[in-house]
């Protein structure tokens, strides 16, 4: 069954949904530094349960039954790339894909897209339904990454990882009646609490916000480590504090390095469970990035239904957060005769991360540029997506690429061995487009037209993974700036060397993007 997305709809894509890579595991092959045999039970992810006890999907929570005391914390949950997680038919195209090369794959996949079905061993594969085959699982596994996989979260065990980092399922399960958070004096009549400084940081996300190929140990995944090794880091500011929060805040955390309970800002409080007391700060739990196809698709509705409460949310906030997150400056010079050349500064202003991250090899940030004279001459284009709704060759794009172990191209990230070129924008920082075009005698000025646009995969790999005509990938305009320069400040006399002429431009976030 094809996916109905009209050419032409402002969504993004799928950017935490595809959050773990498949590599070639060896379930013997002993850790740096150890000569002890892997004593993994789920291979090769590197969950592990609490005592290394058998558990069953009994143990887990409906997140509907959560819903009914902690409503504003499912209402942001449901219809998130968490709850979507498993069910993600691009993920699961995939997953399918990796299964037929590589059985052994399944659990690395699975690990962060369905911890419940890896750990109770109950993933089923179906090769016979779909293009290339569907996984299935209990119902409670198929809810993804719900309430109850976090929260029974009771640590980690990074240092028996392969690299002796967080990533690869780099966590541990505790399943039952104790659910472990980040207030001290929290209690229910339904359940008992725990507190848990892990889940006020980083380190947390990292669990499965990090992934390194199984076999090689490539790192194909760096959110984590991205943030880690940025500013944020350095000013305290945790993933919580810009994904567990409404667009607006995020922006502001971001802009000023301070976290949302030193803004003192109105509007952060509420309750934050039935029957408890009025808290300070109450944390949104959909987790929302960038991704806004996978939310709009899969956000059907009814509204008398009280377990569709809040799907529609995640795919507003998901355009907001990407149409608020960049810049653009433009400059033009030229060196005294036609040829000219246009840069278009890209700053990666709100991100605590580089931009794009995830699956930078499948991701696609990139400039469309446009330059005409005061005649309507055409003097360059960039960047605009062709008939099959593909980008040009001379399009600059900022992602990776990636090559397999005969040196090819491959966007299938359990064949990657190595980057051979990454141009991400790290947080805070900026990368240039660099543009030329020939500037006619009798022009009096020119119209340089700059927009960044943003979604997660290709057409030619929709293609791949659900077939041909099954969905148009859509894509979302970012920022854009129009400059009117005219020529004669680009040509200034009784100077020497190449002149530039720049302007301050107005931003606009676009209204309606696509192609």
């Known amino acids: 069954m094809a996916l109905q997305i009209p050419r032409g709809t402002a969504t993004a894509a799928l950017v935490l949904a595809l959050t773990a890579p498949w590599g070639i595991a060896s379930a013997d092959q002993p850790k740096p530094g150890k000569e002890a045999d892997d004593e993994r039970r789920f291979p090769p992810s590197y969950i592990t349960t609490e005592g290394h006890r058998d558990v069953s999907p009994e143990e887990w929570t409906d997140p509907r039954i959560c819903g009914q005391c902690h409503t504003y914390q499912y209402e942001g949950w449901n219809g ?74 009771s640590g980690n065990n990074l240092m028996d990882t392969a690299v002796l980092e967080h990533g690869n399922s780099s966590y541990v399960l505790d399943p039952g009646n104790v659910k472990r958070a ?35 140990n490539f790192p194909i995944e760096r959110t984590y480590d991205e943030w880690k090794y940025s500013i944020y880091a350095q000013n305290d500011i945790q993933c919580q504090d810009c994904h567990m929060m409404p667009v607006e805040v995020a922006n502001r955390v971001a802009d000023t390095l301070t976290r949302p309970e030193d803004l003192d800002l109105e509007g952060l409080d509420g309750f934050v469970g039935l029957g408890g007391p009025w808290r300070k700060l109450r944390h949104k739990h959909g987790f929302v990035g960038g991704n806004a196809v996978l939310t709009s698709v899969m956000g059907a509705k009814d509204s008398d239904r009280p377990e569709d409460l809040g799907r529609d949310g995640n795919y507003e906030e998901a355009v907001k957060r990407l149409q608020s997150v960049a810049s653009l400056k433009v400059s033009v010079s030229n060196s005294n005769g036609p040829l000219h050349r246009v840069k278009v500064r890209v700053t990666n202003e709100r991100a605590g991360h580089h931009l794009p991250t995830s699956l930078t090899e499948v991701r696609e940030v990139w400039l469309e540029v446009v330059v005409t ?33 005969n040196g090819e191209h491959t966007a299938l990230p359990w064949k990657i061995t190595r980057f051979t070129d990454v141009n991400t924008i790290p947080p805070k920082g900026y990368k240039y487009g660099k543009y030329y075009f020939n500037l006619p005698d009798d022009a009096k000025e020119i119209r340089v037209s700059a927009k960044l646009h943003y979604r997660s995969f290709s057409q030619h790999l929709a293609d791949l993974l659900l077939g041909e005509d099954a969905i148009t990938v859509p894509s979302v305009e970012m920022v854009s700036v129009e400059e009117i320069i005219p020529v004669e400040s680009l040509h200034m006399a009784g100077v020497d060397g190449p002149q530039t002429a720049a302007r301050t431009a107005v931003q606009t976030a676009a209204d309606t993007a696509g192609h």
């Open 80 to 153: 998130s790339m968490h709850s979507n997680s498993f069910k993600d038919p691009v993920f699961q195209a995939l997953w399918a894909l990796a299964e037929k090369d590589d059985p052994d794959l399944r659990n690395h996949c699975g690990g962060c897209h369905t911890p419940i079905g890896v750990s109770t061993n109950s993933i089923e594969f179906h090769p016979e339904r779909g293009l290339h085959g569907t996984f299935s699982a209990p119902p409670v596994a198929e809810m993804g990454v719900s309430c109850d996989v976090c929260h029974t979260i």
């Open 182 to 216: 980040t207030l001290a004096d929290a209690s229910s009549t339904y359940h008992e609490t725990a507190y848990s400084d892990h889940h006020a940081q980083s380190d947390f996300c990292g669990n499965c916000h990090n992934i390194f190929h199984p076999g090689n």
């Open 373 to 405: 004279d005061d005649q309507g001459r055409e003097l360059m284009r960039s960047g605009t997506l062709d008939a099959d709704n593909e980008l040009p060759p001379d399009t600059v794009v900022f992602n990776a690429h990636a090559v397999d172990e």
